[in-house]
């Protein structure tokens, strides 16, 4: 066994870390530098290992002082912010932190990229937002459904009594709104009543599906453009519900152009590509399907730009504000997730489908 095996023995459980590590001699040396870091650098970690590290901060300084306090045990860990130096890419910012391998002499050092850090907590809110938003809908719907019926029910009796055909008309309102409502329950509960169907799943296919659903309500002023990586490879999944989160969110789109569709300009465009070393909810995949839905819409409207994934909440007159609630139970089913990036001019749904 030589040594560069046996280090990647010792260290094997650092390539499951979304963060970046690497583990220090203590002069400095690289023992072990993990997937992500070997990623994020564009090295192997058979390049890295053996060459100081330090070279790699925009300010040396700061990890030969961690160095130096960690030979003598001086503190538990140390944290500082600084810029990691790439190759060939630009710099990124970083907060890293410092801790002694007490047994081995070793220091691990785990580098945490700050948009990335950001990215993740704003990821982990969704994950929690959705399984609130999924307790809440289905507690709320079901205490709604059944004093509803007996509303309903009694307006029906009590119009059988009425001979005034004028109080008549204010029981069927009654009933009307009643069945509005109705329809508004079964809406929340669609999610959770279908079962999970689960397939052999081309997301071309989906995107075509939506594309031609769409242009034939949208038949003038709309281009929906494609841009597809075609190495994408099937996966295991919910066609049907797939389709349907990708049409609510589509059509969103296609509702909020309506000015731009009247002037003849309004564009969505439908991009897959495959993205690595991704992160959903603290679990970290090798590949994901990236689906990106862009329009050159106005943007979504800044006061409600954090809830937008929550129920009943819309920027447009006459919006429901289920449709993409809805989208993202469904792609959550997969283990996926939905992100949103909007300014005027340009929204940009991405969703991330983990991948075999």
Not at 46 to 59: I, N, P, V, Y
């Amino acid at each position: 066994m030589t040594f560069m095996q046996s280090n990647a023995e010792r260290f094997v459980s650092l390539d499951m870390l979304s963060t970046l590590a690497v583990v220090l001699n203590r002069q400095g040396a690289v023992v072990f530098a993990n997937a992500a870091l070997e990623t994020t650098l564009g090295m192997s970690r058979r390049m890295l290992e053996g060459g100081r590290f330090s070279f790699f901060f925009a300010q040396p300084a700061l990890l030969d002082s961690a160095l130096a306090g960690g030979k003598g045990l001086d503190y538990a860990a140390m944290r500082f912010d600084t810029s990691l130096v790439r190759p060939v890419q630009e710099p990124l910012a970083v907060h890293v932190t410092v801790s002694p391998l007490e047994d081995s002499g070793e220091v691990l050092l785990e580098l945490w990229v700050l948009d990335q850090q950001v990215r993740q907590d704003r990821e982990e809110r969704l994950v929690e937002q959705a399984a609130a938003n999924k307790e809440l809908v289905r507690n709320l719907a079901h205490e709604i459904k059944n004093p509803l019926g007996g509303i309903r029910g009694a307006a029906q009796l009590l119009e059988m009594e009425l001979d005034s055909r004028e109080l008549k008309e204010y029981t069927q309102v009654i009933i009307h709104e009643a069945d509005r409502l109705q329809s508004l329950v079964d809406r929340l509960l669609a999610p959770h009543r279908h079962p999970h169907l689960v397939g052999d799943v081309n997301i071309h296919e989906v995107c075509e599906r939506v594309r031609s659903l769409v242009l034939v309500e949208y038949p003038q002023g709309l281009r929906i453009q494609r841009d597809y990586d075609i190495s994408i490879p099937e996966f295991r999944g919910d066609r049907a519900q797939l389709i349907q989160a990708l049409l609510n969110i589509v059509q969103n789109a296609a509702q909020v152009l309506s000015e731009q569709i009247t002037q003849g300009h309004a564009q969505i465009t439908l991009r897959t590509r495959v993205a690595r070393q991704v992160t959903i909810g603290r679990q970290r995949y090798k590949l994901a399907l990236e689906l990106h839905v862009i329009d050159n819409g106005p943007g979504v409207p800044e006061h409600i730009k954090e809830r937008i994934f929550y129920p009943l909440v819309t920027g447009r007159d006459g919006g429901s504000g289920l449709g993409l609630p809805l989208a993202q139970t469904f792609v959550q089913r997969h283990h996926g997730l939905i992100e949103c990036d909007s300014s005027p001019g340009r929204t940009d749904f991405r969703i991330l489908i983990p991948l075999p």
